[in-house]
Each structure stands twice: as structure tokens, then as C-alpha cells.
């Protein structure tokens, strides 16, 4: 017999439409009446405004709780405490990827249900089973932590996303993007049975992904509300079918030397990448994982211009890092390591992936 494998793939529940934000009431008084309810500094005030006054109708009381700092494992545990003092019934995240993570270890902690309301396409963080987190004193990559299940609701309010900055989409798009040549990584053949059926679940899907994001994914990022299919249909392959990808790969197979990129930073220049966002690191380093999977030149070309069209950073110094040997070196190391780079052809390789981004 081989292994047993626990799958968690997509969310219990996904409400995606117009102005669905006005249903979070009425998903909350499934489990209970009173929430905590943790927000971005500007996303939060926002989704209260057009929340409060249901909320109110249907009796439900809110403890609001403003990010202010990294998520780390300790500000879980603190919201954890607050939790269980307050007694809530129910852990609600609205906004970004370190939200969305924050809580999803905070509502297995507390034992809690968890609701998301993801503002963006900048996230599969709302739907997947897993959390990256960060130190308390500096923000630097610290570890990832597996979700007990899956989320139990995820809000996609398209009147929300639909008015996100379009810097956000075009990070959004690139990250889901990267599924693909990650997955692949450097293989000849991703055929079953060639590689096990969860790699390929997650080869198939992730190539469906890339096709339908290099074809519409600029028109989308040039007029985000003009075309409402294309919106829903976006939002629907970054915020769950991505997310469906890591559910059949199991750890951290689906993440290789684009990620690995992104970590990096992370973990070396916290400060210097502050103003990078995920799926813009993630984008300089589809460049490098395609170099290192020798993609032909024309769709290397395609990403590429696609970046330069949706103003996206192209090299590590528009990342806010200098290409000295040093850091090149740091990363290269850590590169290695994530992704257990040791034979003599794929680190040529990946020296050469780094090439691309100096
Ligand atoms: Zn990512």
C-alpha cells in the first residue's frame, strides 16, 4: 500500500458576484453571532461601512482588529486569545495574502470556522490550505504552516476586486501564472504515467491556467470592469482554481525556482523588497525559472512582454536589490537549497536563470 494522502482542495463554500460582500451576514449566522473580524488598514473600514448596518439587523456583534504588523506565528496566537476572551463564534479575514494567512492559522488555533473576503485577484491565499509566515521582528520569511482543512467560506465580491488597483491584478495574474513552469521545472514529461496522478492533476490545471492568463490576462489588467465574464472568470482561476493546484500538490512540490526567488528576498532583503509585491517577485522569477527549464526564447519573449506592458519590475534592482556578487550569491544558496539543487547541470542552469534578472 502506499501512503495515505490528505487532499484539501478548494473551500467549503464560494460565493462569487456582484457585491456578494452583502451576503458575509448571512454566512456568519451560520456559526454564530459574534466575530472577529481582521482587516487591512484600508480594506477593513471599507467592507465595515457596507456591512454594518446588516450586521446590526441581524444582531451579529464584530471585535474589528486592524493589521498593524507582520503575520507571525505570535500575532495568531495573540488573535487566538482575543478569540477565545471574546468569545467568538467565528474568525473573519478580509483583504490580502498576509491576512488571509494570519487567520487561517488563527481560526485552527482557536478552533474557529473561518471566513475569507479576499479584495483582489492578488491571492489564492483565501482559498489555499496553507499560511507563509513571517518573524515578528523584521518581517523576514519564517516558516509555512498547513491548514487542518479547508476554508469554510470565501466571499468574491466582484464590485470589490473589480475596483482593486491594477497594480494588483497584474501581481495577481503573475502568480498564478508561475504555477505552470514551477510545476514543470526542469522535467521532460509530464504525462501520466510518467509522473504520479497528483502531479499531473496539477500540471493539467496549471497549463489551462497559464494558456487562459497569457491570453486574456492583459485585457484584464488594462480594464479591469470593462468586460464582467472576463472579471468573473479571472477572479474564479486566481482566487480557486490556483488554489486547487497546491491542493493536489503536496507540500511544497509546486514551488520551485521562481518562489524560491521570492523566499529569498524575503529572508535576505526584507526591507530592501518591502515595496515588492508577492506576485512581483514571483514575476522576476518566472523569467529565471524559465531560463531554468529552457523554455524556448518566443515564450520567454511572451511573459516578458507581457510584464513590460502591465509595468511590472523585469530585474532584481526594480525588486529594490542591488546584483552584487554577494546577493546574487545569498540567493543563489537559498535557491538551492529550497529546491534541492545539487547536480552539476541544474545549478549551470540555475546560474544562468540568474543571468536573466541582473
Ligand atoms: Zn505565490
Redesign the pocket.
Known amino acids: 500500500m502506499s501512503e495515505t494522502a490528505v487532499l484539501k482542495i478548494g473551500a467549503s463554500r464560494f460565493l462569487i458576484g456582484e457585491e456578494t460582500v452583502n451576503l458575509l451576514g448571512e454566512e456568519i449566522i451560520r456559526y454564530g453571532s459574534k466575530i472577529l473580524c481582521v482587516g487591512g488598514k484600508t480594506t477593513l473600514p471599507m467592507i465595515r461601512s457596507k456591512v454594518e448596518g446588516d450586521f446590526k439587523d441581524k444582531g451579529i456583534r464584530a471585535v474589528w482588529v486592524t493589521m498593524e504588523e507582520p503575520n507571525s506565528v505570535d500575532y495568531a496566537e495573540r488573535l487566538k486569545q482575543a478569540a477565545q476572551e471574546q468569545d467568538v463564534d467565528v474568525i473573519v479575514a478580509v483583504g490580502g495574502g498576509k491576512c488571509m494567512d494570519l487567520c487561517k492559522v488563527t481560526s485552527d488555533r482557536a478552533k474557529k470556522p473561518l471566513i475569507t473576503v479576499p479584495t483582489s485577484v492578488a491571492t489564492?491565499a483565501g482559498a489555499s490550505a496553507v499560511s507563509i509566515m513571517y518573524t515578528k521582528e523584521n518581517g523576514s520569511y519564517d516558516c509555512s504552516i498547513p491548514k487542518e482543512k479547508e476554508v469554510d467560506c470565501v466571499i468574491a465580491d466582484l464590485t470589490i476586486i473589480g475596483e482593486s488597483p491594477r497594480r494588483l491584478f497584474a501581481s495577481g495574474i503573475m502568480?498564478s501564472i508561475?504555477k505552470l513552469p514551477e510545476i514543470v521545472n526542469g522535467r521532460e514529461k509530464m504525462s501520466y504515467p510518467e509522473v504520479n496522478i497528483y502531479k499531473h492533476m496539477a500540471y493539467i490545471n496549471s497549463q489551462f491556467i497559464y494558456e487562459f492568463l497569457t491570453r486574456y490576462g492583459l485585457e484584464i489588467y488594462e480594464n479591469p470592469m470593462k468586460n464582467k465574464t472576463l472579471l468573473r472568470d479571472v477572479t474564479l482561476i486566481n482566487l480557486i482554481i490556483t488554489s486547487m493546484v497546491s491542493g493536489f500538490s503536496s507540500g511544497s512540490d509546486q514551488?520551485a525556482v521562481a518562489?524560491g526567488l521570492?523566499d529569498g528576498m524575503r529572508k535576505f532583503f526584507p526591507v530592501e523588497s518591502k515595496n515588492a509585491l508577492?506576485?512581483e517577485i514571483?514575476a522576476v522569477g518566472i523569467l529565471m525559472q524559465m531560463v531554468f527549464n529552457n523554455d524556448s526564447g518566443e515564450e520567454y519573449k511572451k511573459i516578458y512582454e507581457m510584464m513590460k506592458k502591465m509595468n511590472m519590475p523585469l530585474k532584481l534592482i526594480d525588486l529594490g536589490v542591488e546584483p552584487t556578487q554577494e546577493n546574487l550569491e545569498k540567493l543563489k544558496e537559498y535557491n538551492m537549497m529550497k529546491n534541492s539543487i545539487t547536480e552539476k547541470g541544474e545549478i549551470e542552469r540555475l546560474e544562468k536563470a540568474f543571468l536573466a534578472i541582473v
Open positions: 489564492c502568480d508561475a514551488l518562489h521570492y508577492h506576485g514571483v
